[in-house]
């Protein structure tokens, strides 16, 4: 962070990182033109912004397409992982209303508001969680790749939990869709709280007035916050 | 009661009972057509449909019992077939059977229900659960908020019987609605527009569709055509890519974030602290170390009721004292002075009669036993004690490389490994059906035979006993281990629900186990009487005798055992419980010795179970792979009895 910036750089800053966000997510659903972003952007210079940002060697322009360029994607993936990891925290943590989540994190987003360490701290602190509360994917930090557990973190697997504890689930990673919906069917969705009742010979669960046996593979694919 | 389109029900239409499992759809099914299905406490009884009628003010309408299911959108085999009755039937009217004491559990699937366009009406089962719960539910703005009635039933008990009888005359259209998002409700339509008309509302089906349901494909292509199938593929990759999660799970999240609001609004928890004796036991029985002595207690009780009062008491008392002392001699007495000729005599009463060994066997020592036995398996699934020994032995199975949920197919061999052969659909893979499948031919032996043999080694001794149950799991452990090293595939999740422990309600023993001797009386008693016409016609035109010296080699040399043998091995090529009967009788006879006892029973308990088995292996796994399994099976058998007495031998130990 550089605190010896004039406002009128921060300023700028916050433009392309705006644009460079925008980008992110056009190209995540699908792909990015510049009418499509010129229409979006908030930005009224949007047109100018984009050249600029192409001869800055941030994204490049190609008959009406836009992608990114090596530096702008790493720039562009860490803004969208600050704002999703502060969605994160802000509904787990604080939960904090859906409504006024979004605008808490526009602004924390930034570079000069979240360094970091200090992302990679939350992010360790939640879980490491793949997703953010509306289900798009963070993307991964380095704390996530060492999966580090220095910071004792709020969310964890359910198999790191004791019996008899009383936890709401939080979010499921798992890479086999099949597992989801089939957990879902049985009720195993975020939100909804559950209780361990024992974890050997198979993990025993209690949701409402279901009891459901799950073997430690699944069980460690649910990751759950403690109920205060 | 509500401003929804209501109609009269006509004759001859269609009523389908659904629901989530183990929420007591037979029991209601059984109640409203006079017709017994299978009851018991434990999901996945039910997996294949059941019809029968019912009686509505002098007209008779069909009744459809389907396998439970958790949502609509089938995993498994058992759950495609209720999905496909309500695509294809034409259903006038769905019952869906909730748990009271769970309907965030139900309520998903009466959303799906709504969402096809199909008459429904709800019961709440189980209420004095709720009830007991301190969970209220008012029943009245539940019925406003779903738009259909909604029946509270203890089904076990009859109550709220009437209510529902009166409820069916009615059609109710339900009217609640879900609104998916811009995203998923524009892809809806789309799709809405490509599908063909059917039963079910095009909504419903293009919601399966956008979820990710594979098990449409088929019906799909009957009735539109290949570039309609790929555009409807290409809407539904075009949704997804907008979600970074499955949408069949944003689907289900949707679903259910509605059904707590409703539960929110309708239902009131007063916590109460319930301490009855059930739910220690309950606990105690899948913990992981009570667990244990529970396990050794169950199968204590399970010797002494079926293996020594059914095997030794009850059956001593049949056949030495009704079948040896009375109808034996007296029929004998009767052919010898009535029937001038001896092959007509010997059919009857002849060695190979059909009075003196089909009837003496079946009814005087197979009988009593799984009698006893069908009525503590009987105890044993309507208490929910199953699905517990399912949790303490699933590491067993994940340590050969399946799944926990293979335990229940193959506990509930024990009583019938054809059932449980049809039981193997609630695997979700084939690999494991397949698996599952040999296992069960393989070495599950079921209530008849387990009888016998329990009755056998009862009056041997008790490390025979061990011996046999020892060498029999290590086989089926490292056959399932080997399978699953050789069968590629997947394994299915292990995540199932656990049914509360309940006192089992009499009646419903009484007539499971009633209806189950008729199975047997009508099943496996003719065959008994097929398989000594068999012997009778062997032995009558001289090849039994040839057949018994082919096999000296085998049976006498390498096996150990006496000639005689043979026979049990050739009629429990019909049914093992059959063999296991003549090895009885043989052993009864003073013929064998414990270690050939120990011999012969391995031997035969990895026979085929039955006929009627090897026929659901066919139709369930196809006769390439039966044929591939039965190759195996009866060799194999073969081998592992010789090299059990060779083993004897070469140690000279003497059992």
């Known amino acids: ?228 | 009661m509500h401003s929804h389109a209501t109609e009269t029900l006509k004759k001859g239409e269609k009523i389908v009972i659904v629901g989530n499992p183990n929420v007591g759809k037979s029991v209601i099914f059984g109640l409203l057509t006079g017709r017994y299905a299978t009851v018991s406490n434990y999901p996945g009884t039910t997996v294949t449909i059941t019809g029968g009628s019912c009686n509505l003010g002098g007209n008779s309408f069909p009744v459809i019992d389907t396998p439970g299911i958790n949502t609509l959108i089938p995993m498994s085999e058992d759950e495609v077939v209720t999905r496909d009755i309500l695509l294809n039937e034409s259903i006038k009217l769905v019952v869906q059977v909730l748990d009271s004491k769970n309907l965030s559990r139900g309520l998903p699937i009466t959303i799906q229900l709504a969402e096809m366009g199909l008459p429904f009406i709800l019961v709440l089962n189980m209420w004095d659960e709720a009830n007991s719960r301190g969970i209220n539910i008012d029943v009245k703005r539940l019925a406003s908020a779903m738009g259909t009635f909604i029946i509270p039933t203890i089904a076990v008990e009859k109550k709220g019987l009437k209510e529902l009888r009166d409820a069916l005359s009615e059609k109710k259209y339900p009217s609640i609605l879900i609104n998916y998002g811009s995203v998923i409700e524009e892809g809806i339509k789309e799709i809405e527009n490509i599908l063909p008309e059917s039963n079910i509302s095009r909504r419903a089906i293009a919601l399966m569709l956008l979820a990710g349901d594979e098990s449409l494909k088929s019906w799909l292509k009957r009735l539109i055509n290949y570039p309609d199938i790929t555009r409807i593929e290409s809407v539904r990759r075009e949704v997804q890519e907008k979600f970074f999660e499955p949408v069949g799970y944003l689907i289900n999240q949707i679903r259910s974030k509605r059904c707590d609001k409703i539960i929110a609004d309708t239902v009131v928890k007063n916590r109460i602290e319930r301490n009855a004796i059930t739910i220690h036991l309950g606990n105690w029985a899948m913990h992981p170390v009570w667990g244990i002595p529970v396990l050794l207690v169950v199968l204590i009780l399970l010797y002494e009721f079926v293996g020594v009062l059914g095997a030794q008491t009850l059956s001593e008392l049949l056949e030495d004292g009704l079948f040896g002392g009375y109808i034996n001699p007296y029929i004998t007495m009767w052919a010898d002075s009535f029937i001038q000729d001896s092959f007509f005599r010997d059919l009857f009463v002849g060695e190979y009669g059909i009075i003196t060994m089909a009837l003496t066997y079946s009814i005087a020592i197979i009988l009593p036993i799984v009698g006893t036995f069908f009525i503590a398996f009987g105890i044993l699934e309507d208490s929910g004690y199953l699905p517990r020994l399912a949790i303490m032995v699933h590491k067993i199975f994940k340590s050969m490389g399946l799944s926990g949920k293979a335990v229940l197919p193959m506990v509930l061999g024990l009583g019938c490994d054809t059932m449980a052969t049809l039981t193997a659909r609630i695997m979700e893979t084939r690999r494991e059906r397949i698996i599952v499948t040999l296992l069960l031919a393989l070495g599950v032996p079921c209530s008849a035979q387990l009888g016998v043999i329990l009755g056998m080694l009862g009056g041997v001794s008790f490390i025979v006993t061990i011996l046999w149950a020892g060498i029999i799991t290590l086989i089926l452990f490292l056959v399932g281990l080997l399978a699953s090293k050789l069968i590629k595939g997947d394994t299915s999740d292990f995540v199932f629900d656990i049914p509360p422990l309940r006192v089992p309600v009499l009646s419903n023993i009484i007539i499971k186990t009633l209806s189950r001797i008729n199975w047997y009386l009508k099943e496996a008693v003719p065959l008994f009487i097929v398989g000594t016409l068999i012997l009778f016609t062997l032995d009558k035109i001289g090849v039994l005798k040839t057949i018994e010296v082919i096999a000296s080699p085998l049976v006498v040399n390498f096996l150990g055992l006496p000639q005689k043998a043979t026979d049990a091995f050739l009629i429990g090529f019909l049914r093992r419980d059959y063999g296991a009967a003549g090895l009885y009788a043989l052993s009864e006879a003073g013929l064998l010795n414990p270690n050939q006892i120990l011999v012969s029973l391995v031997t035969i308990t990895l026979f085929v179970p039955c006929v009627a088995n090897l026929l659901v292996m066919i139709k369930e796994r196809g006769s390439k792979t039966t044929i591939a399994i039965v190759a195996f099976i009866f060799p194999f058998a073969f081998i592992v009895g010789g090299v059990i007495n060779f083993v004897l031998n070469i140690f000279g130990i003497k059992l």
């Open chain 1, 1 to 228: 962070m550089d605190y010896h910036r004039s406002k009128e750089e921060i300023f700028e800053e916050d433009r392309i990182e705006e644009m460079l966000e925008l980008l992110w997510m056009a190209i995540e659903e699908g792909g990015a033109t510049i009418d499509k972003i010129t229409k979006r952007s908030e930005d009224p210079q949007a047109a100018y912004l984009l050249k600029d940002m192409e001869s800055a060697g941030l994204i490049s322009l190609n008959s009406g397409r836009i992608t990114f360029r090596e530096t702008g994607e790493k720039r562009a993936g860490e803004i969208i992982r600050r704002h999703r990891i502060a969605e994160r925290l802000l509904s787990e943590v604080f939960e904090v209303e859906e409504k006024e989540i979004e605008e808490h994190a526009c602004e924390l987003e930034h570079s000069h508001v979240l360094g970091q360490s200090v992302v990679n701290s939350i992010c360790t602190f939640l879980g490491h969680p793949p997703t953010c509360p509306h289900g798009r994917p963070i993307p991964k930090g380095d704390c996530c790749r060492k999966f580090s557990l220095e910071v004792k973190p709020l969310v964890g697997s359910l198999t790191d939990l004791q019996v008899g504890e009383e936890v709401k689930i939080v979010f499921i990673s798992t890479k086999y869709h099949a597992r989801l919906d089939r957990l879902s069917s049985l009720g195993i969705i975020p939100g909804n709280i559950i209780k361990l009742h024992q974890k050997q010979p198979t993990y025993v669960i209690r949701i409402g007035e279901t009891e459901l046996a799950l073997d430690s593979d699944l069980a460690k694919d649910i990751f759950v916050k403690k109920t205060s």
